[in-house]
């Protein structure tokens, strides 16, 4: 759909009719490389045009009232890309977030961060918090950027948690339930996500979200993040407005 002549305007008001919009969408931003590839460009090129999608599609997701939108920014296993690479997008992240955060602040967005915040670069990291702080009292959408994330190593991490709670009698084994589990993950105070995008047109997940992802509609398009503007945004939203979402259950029991 990107490229193509359509009215972002009117096609957002066909999204907000319909109602039964997510709460929660999560993005795999993929493509990056492969864009500026095509373009005989070096990858922190893409990254750096991924960034302008990444404001287009925050400030939908806020005029749109979704609650969260997680962004899948830095994978734990992105270290082990090229040293040049992995430097310029600290740099990167540091130059963004120092320059966003006071039209973030201005629309009422809450920054937030899942991850080892720790491990970063000193000034990336330093960054990251000072934005965290300045939009903490926001009310408007949840910006959730997923920075040395992974998946497994979030699971581990609760689980490490969960067993010294049972080691020390403050939790019985018996009350080990999905709510605790949750409870103990990253993402203990946002929803699960409604809506998972992919792009690039890769089929996996890559490490991500994994235990918050059980139920969540998942939206695959072969567009590279550079190239996901507000229409393509819109189209998952409206592609997950036509889906029935069971939870193991029958149609006929959704609706009873």
Known sequence: MSGSSVDINKLKAEVLSQGNLPKHVAIIMDGNGRWAKSRSKPRIFGHKAGVKSVRLITELAGELNLEALTLYTFSSENWNRPKMEVSALMNLLLETITREVEELHKNNVRLTVIGDLESMPKGTRGG?????????????????????????????????????????????????????????????????????????????????????????????????????????????????????????????????
Request: negative net charge; proline residues 3%; hydrophobic residues 40%.
């Open 128 to 256: 990251m918090l000072a934005g965290i702080k300045k939009t903490e009292n926001n009310t408007g959408l949840n910006l959730n950027l997923a920075l040395n994330y992974g998946s497994r190593q979030e699971i581990l991490m609760a689980v490490k948690a969960i067993g010294t709670e049972v080691a020390a009698g403050e939790l019985q084994i018996s009350d080990i339930n999905d709510t605790i589990i949750s409870n103990h993950l990253y993402t203990a105070d946002i929803p699960d996500p409604d809506l998972l995008i992919r792009t690039s047109g890769e089929f996996r997940l890559s490490n991500f979200l994994l235990w918050q992802l059980a139920y969540t509609e998942i939206f695959v398009t072969p567009t590279f993040w550079p190239d996901f503007k507000e229409q393509d945004f819109l189209e998952a939203i409206s592609e997950y407005q036509k889906r029935e979402r069971r939870y193991g259950q029958v149609s006929e029991q959704i609706r009873m």
